[in-house]
């Protein structure tokens, strides 16, 4: 049995497979549309088989049909019917063709990114759930107004929304968790950051949030991509904008892998305070272990022997992750080893236990089943509770995203699937917190 790996995003769910560089040359727009076409049926047809079959030789030594499988399900499982694939786009860069297709099905829409090599194999693939709109209209309240605005040196697009009832705010820039996100974070049928952002205006809170980099410019995927390249920058610059424009008093708001990284934003960035909602100072590869083992137990479609090869693939791959050094170059679990590396620059518990004294509040909610209470949050609570700008609040009954939990007593993203909302105790906690 080959390496079947399951890769589950700290908050989207997103699905992605890197993409390797090739010639100079790449396919033109009609023969990478239409081997496009072809690959996106048969995912909806789930024909796994047919599309594992034209990966090209790096995608394919790190996975298989079954893992494609496990990766499309982790997004489409509670999609529906297939309906039809539209607002399809094409790229090219470095010889790679990138073709990103909205399919719509019955219950929601999934964006699938597909690249392919000048020999028309694939070379990457990704997916994501699709936000409802594609072109926001900015609102305007009594209480908020919006408008869209264009950051950074890849013009990402994204919205700062400021309160009307004050001239003297503080603003937060939100970041999303690990995957191609829009600045809504819409997640199925749910935009979190949109309800954090008109929440905390009405509490006298500006925000921007802003989409991810291969959310908007999924051509930028390379097989050297760091979270410096992924987003990191970018927030970087979402702040010198903040700062600019909207106030000198500035924090973060992270969520799930953003708040990973929200300790290091602040050591750069001169923050007043930063949020971490579902965040850890663990490893992600620690975590995505323990995300893929939860999993497991609730696929009956494996054997035991299967799930325990699995597992220690899975095993083998987290213990290759802490062997990387700087000479490192091939990938691991389908990641590429610069990005794994990367990683090590948040350094999260030794940044906010030796070297960060703003205020910082760590949220989690108690039916996470991506972060977790015991491993994550209670355990910064073991390695910080004894610092004293550091507050901790867990939420009984709120899932990743901190909203009720739809279907208790099952962990897995069909939770997405039906529109759901933060509950205001968590916004006015969050609020008291900046405006404290």
């Known amino acids: 049995m080959k390496k079947t790996i ?8 997103a699905v992605m497979l890197f993409t390797a560089c090739g010639s100079k040359v790449a396919l033109t727009k009609e023969q990478a549309v239409k081997l496009s076409d072809k690959d996106v049926l048969c995912l909806a047809n789930r024909d796994f088989e047919t599309v594992a079959a034209g990966f090209n030789e790096s995608i394919a030594k790190q996975v298989d049909a079954a893992a494609l499988q496990q990766a499309w399900d982790s997004v489409a499982a509670t999609a ?10 094409y790229e090219s860069k470095d010889g790679i063709a990138v073709v990103t297709t909205t399919a719509e099905f019955e219950n929601l829409g999934i964006i699938i990114t597909l690249s392919y090599d000048n020999n028309g194999k694939i070379a990457g693939i990704w997916f994501n759930f699709a936000p409802e709109d594609s072109k926001y209209q900015p609102i305007d309240t009594d209480i908020f107004t919006e408008e869209v605005v264009f950051i950074g040196e890849y013009e990402l697009k994204g919205v700062v929304t400021t309160p009307d009832n004050t001239d003297d705010y503080p603003v937060v820039v939100l970041v999303q968790g690990s995957g191609a996100s829009d600045f809504d974070e819409t997640v199925g049928a749910n935009k979190p950051f949109k309800e954090l952002a008109h929440g905390l205006a009405e509490k006298g809170i500006a925000s921007i949030r802003i989409n991810k980099r291969l959310y908007q410019k999924p051509v930028l995927m390379h097989d050297q991509l ?7 920058d970018d927030i970087y610059a979402t702040i010198d904008y903040a700062k600019a424009n909207v106030s000198e008093n500035v924090y973060v708001i992270g969520h799930s892998q953003g708040g990973m990284s929200a300790p290091k934003i602040a050591l750069d960035n001169d923050l007043k305070g930063i949020v971490m909602m579902a965040g ?4 992600l590869e620690d975590i995505v272990l323990d995300q893929n083992t939860a999993t497991l137990e609730t696929m009956d479609e494996y054997s035991d022997k299967e799930k325990k090869q699995i597992l220690k693939a899975t095993q083998d791959g987290v213990d290759a992750v802490k062997a990387l050094t700087e000479e490192s170059t091939e990938p691991v679990l389908g990641i590429p080893a610069q990005y794994w590396l990367s990683l090590r620059d948040l350094d999260g518990e030794n940044i906010l236990k030796n070297r960060l004294d703003i205020p910082v509040l760590v949220l989690q909610g108690t039916a996470d089943f991506q972060v977790y209470m015991d491993k994550d949050f209670e355990y910064m609570k073991s390695v910080l509770g004894h610092k004293e700008n550091i507050t901790f609040k867990s939420y009984d009954g709120l899932n990743h995203l901190f909203m009720p939990q739809s279907l ?4 897995g993203v069909t939770e997405y699937a039906a529109e759901n909302h933060i509950p205001q105790y968590v916004i006015d906690d969050i609020a008291d917190f900046i405006k404290g």
């Not at 760091?226 to 990191?232: A, F, L, S, V």
């Not at 850890?280 to 490893?283: A, F, K, P, V, Y």
Request: hydrophobic content about 45%; overall charge negative; some cysteine.
């Open 6 to 13: 399951k890769f589950l995003s700290l908050v989207l769910c």
């Open 80 to 89: 529906g019917d297939f309906i039809s694939a539209t607002g399809i786009n």
């Open 226 to 232: 760091t979270i410096w390249d992924e987003y990191m």
């Open 280 to 283: 850890s100072i663990r490893g």
């Open 408 to 411: 208790p007593g099952v962990a």
